[in-house]
């Protein structure tokens, strides 16, 4: 091993191959599992933020609804406790991918996306949930030339929509905000997205959603879905729920309908979590305004500070298993370890000697649009949110709105826009997934390594509205 592969190596050496956020003294206990057959009105199958906040609004909307939550494991577990805990403003996987999409009503999506994150920040403080929130917006960072031209592009399209609230940084700006060599330039969305402690979120929600009546059984696996009667039922391992109405939240695991699950394969995600930085080293790096930060390139680095001045540094390894199959072995990968923490100090050289806490991993829904999907089943008894693709956070709860939208059968506001009348393509059966999703890793590393000129391969996804380019 290499000197300087060696001293990357010696940071990871304390690190625990466990979630830094699912790790807090703070974690509640399981609930029992269900052992008995339970009737309700809406039953929610999943226990991450698209059931919670699913349970939840419908309690909110009408207090009378029965509502039963199941989570396989605990709430909170899986991608909601997983992730980098950037709650979005955005629904459509940023404006890049928003805009390429879904120009003519991008506004509309921009406007009710604010309205979400609004709505989550008032959730957070009217139910007293302890989860970090800071409003400190996000900075889309250039690493290379190349990006200062596709974030400017990207501000003047904004522009043009009007659509406002992102600030154009140069290198000296960039560097005054955080400092880091390889930092030549940035977009910064100052209002747009907060950051927070996402198993904290998660279990204040089960906690709100308890608080208002809502049943919730862990350790409840939903196994299957039927018609039965008037109405549905869901069998689990000990018992089985009958309900009027069933929303899943499922996301990256197999959705209890079956046409669904071609729409969205496994993608697996690593972050590693640095111990808390003292007061010499966080003055180095500046980050006195505490934004979430994100390079440009793609294969991307998204980082943060925590409420603790730990710094979380994620991405670049997206890593997807042939067949789509989900497996607790994937959730650890040293050599992303390794390969992340020597990004890390070459990103930030000035704290060379920091240690790593942390190292994890886990599975997010991708869809071939990059952004969340939805539609119904069963007559209109069911209905599905999936496809988040790593931007879940703020999004699921419109999700949830989604959902109980169309399971009242009324058009909204939401339920009328194109983003959610229309599906992305569905994945190909393998070998041709996983041959496609490799040429298409491959081609965007080359991308990266030619100044952001596209191949072929790209063109042409681009071309058929598959559009990978994060």
């Not at 109405?231 to 209890?256: D, E, K, M, Q, W």
Request: hydrophobic share 40%.
């Amino acid at each position: 091993m290499a000197p300087a592969a060696m001293t990357f190596a010696a940071s990871l050496a304390d690190a625990q191959p466990v979630p830094f956020w699912l790790e807090d003294p703070g974690r509640p206990g399981a609930l029992p599992a269900l052992t008995s057959t339970e009737r309700c009105d809406l039953l929610v199958v999943g226990g991450g933020y698209s059931g919670l906040w699913t349970a939840l609004l419908a309690k909110e909307r009408d207090p009378a609804t029965d509502v039963v939550l199941i989570e396989g494991r605990e709430a909170g577990w899986a991608a909601s406790g997983r992730n980098g805990g950037f709650c979005a403003a955005s629904l459509t996987h940023g404006l890049g991918n928003g805009l390429a999409r879904w120009p003519g009503e991008l506004a509309a999506l921009e406007e009710l996306g604010a309205r979400n994150l609004d709505a989550i920040e008032d959730a957070v403080a009217r139910y007293g949930i302890d989860c970090d929130f800071e409003r400190t917006g996000e900075i889309d960072v250039a690493t290379e030339p190349h990006h200062l031209a596709e974030l400017r592009e990207l501000h003047d399209d904004a522009a043009a929509l009007g659509i406002g609230g992102t600030e154009l940084l140069d290198r000296d700006q960039m560097r005054a905000e955080v400092d880091s060599p390889t930092f030549l330039g940035g977009l910064w969305d100052r209002d747009g997205v907060a950051m927070l402690h996402p198993a904290k979120l998660a279990w204040g929600l089960k906690r709100a959603c308890l608080d208002l009546g809502v049943r919730i059984y862990e350790n409840t696996r939903g196994l299957g879905l039927a018609r039965s009667g008037p109405g549905l039922a869901v069998r689990t391992p000990y018992g089985r729920i009958l309900a009027h109405r069933v929303a899943l939240g499922t996301n990256v695991f197999p959705s209890l309908v079956r046409r669904v699950r071609p729409y969205t394969v496994p993608v697996y995600d690593y972050a590693l979590m640095t111990e808390p930085l003292d007061a010499g080293r966080l003055a180095s790096v500046g980050w006195r305004r505490r934004q979430g930060l994100g390079d440009s390139a793609n294969q991307f680095h998204y980082f943060r500070i925590t409420a603790d001045n730990r710094i979380l540094w994620g991405g670049y390894d997206a890593v997807y298993p042939y067949g789509g199959r989900l497996s607790a072995e994937m959730d650890h990968r040293p050599e992303t370890y390794l390969k992340l923490a020597g990004h890390f100090f070459h990103c930030f050289p000035q704290l060379e000697g920091v240690r790593f806490s942390h190292a994890w991993g886990g599975a997010i829904d991708t869809c071939s649009r990059f952004s969340a999907f939805f539609g119904t089943a069963h007559g209109g008894r069911v209905a599905y949110a999936a496809g988040y693709t790593g931007l879940g956070v703020g999004a699921s709860r419109f999700g949830a709105d989604v959902m109980l939208d169309l399971l009242g059968g009324r058009p909204t506001e939401r339920t009328r826009l194109e983003m959610v009348r229309s599906k992305p393509l569905p994945f190909p059966p393998e070998p041709v997934a996983w041959a496609g999703i490799g040429l298409t890793k491959w081609s965007l590393a080359r991308a990266d390594a030619n100044g952001g000129r596209r191949n072929l391969w790209l063109k042409a996804m681009d071309r058929f509205g598959l559009g990978f380019d994060s």
